[in-house]
């Protein structure tokens, strides 16, 4: 793990602690052999998250605009 805490500015207990939270959020996968950690980015739940943020920006889009339309129609009543 000293290699891939060499480029940062941070501890290595503060890469391992970052990398902790990536393996918890199943954004990353790491594997031991002996003291050698190999780690491995995983995309999957990162493009799951897309896909409902995507959703989910159609239907505030839809929201917002109706509400653009009627703060539009209040103002224009004297």
């Not at 999957?44 to 889009?61: E, I, V, Y």
């Not at 703060?71 to 004297?78: D, Q």
């Amino acid at each position: 793990m000293s290699e891939l805490a060499a480029p940062f500015d941070m501890s290595l207990e503060a890469v391992s602690k970052h990398i902790q939270v990536l393996e918890r959020a199943r954004l990353l996968r790491r594997t031991r052999m002996g003291r050698v950690h190999r780690c491995r980015l995983s995309p999957a739940p990162l493009r799951d998250a897309a896909k409902l943020l995507s959703q989910l920006s159609g239907l505030w889009n839809k929201r917002l605009d109706a509400l653009e339309q009627l703060l539009g129609e209040i103002e224009e009543k004297p």
